[in-house]
């Protein structure tokens, strides 16, 4: 297992420091504009630039097939920390969390598996959901299964189109609720896809995924921004 990180306009990240401390090999996958620069290690070029973040998890998703990489992480660079929730007691054990849910993945037939947001783990009362959670920010994936790509019409929102075609032409995902993660609000980093979100592209998207999954979906706000939501059950 390994870990893929997409990184755009934050040569500062460290998250990759998570996975280093777990044992987790991690490759930045950077535009060739930034490529030379960056002093992030094991960088590959992803070859062309202003391309969006579909097209970097596509090719992150076919280097892996190419390297024979089995089991990867896809993760985003701004994820501050890992743990999990037990019997109420916050457990901020760091990237080894993925270890632990590898060893219930290998045994599962699932293409997807992700944990929870932070702020939401503590009071989850399921220890996991199948087909019925997006999973994103931070997903272990089972590449030899996954035979589909993400569709960059939906860019800001491709990550919940990629899902939603799992469930649909894979066996599908499997969240874990006690796992979490920790990161940003959306939009609010510096870097990465930030310009996008300010100019208000995740609408867009939001409404095309309306048009895709109606009668599922509808828009709703989120705070200061148009969201979709979108029935997965």
Known sequence: MIACIPTKGRPNTNTYVLFEQAGIKCYHFLEPQEYKSSPLPNKVNIKKNNRGIAYARNFILDWAKANSQEWILMCDDDVKRFGYYKNGQNNKVGAVIWHDIKRKAEKLPFELYGANYYQHAWYEKRDYTINKSFVEVCLLMHVPRIHW????????????????QTIKKGNGI????????????????????????????DKEAALKMCYEYAPHAK????????DVKIDIA
Do not use: W
């Open 149 to 164: 790509h993400y569709r960059s019409q939906f860019d800001l929102k491709e990550d919940r189109d990629f899902v939603l």
């Open 174 to 201: 499997i969240k874990f609720h006690k796992y979490y993660y920790d990161c940003p609000d959306v939009g609010s980093n510096a870097g990465g896809l930030q310009d996008a979100y300010a100019s208000q592209r």
């Open 219 to 226: 828009m709703h706000r989120k705070g200061n921004r148009i």
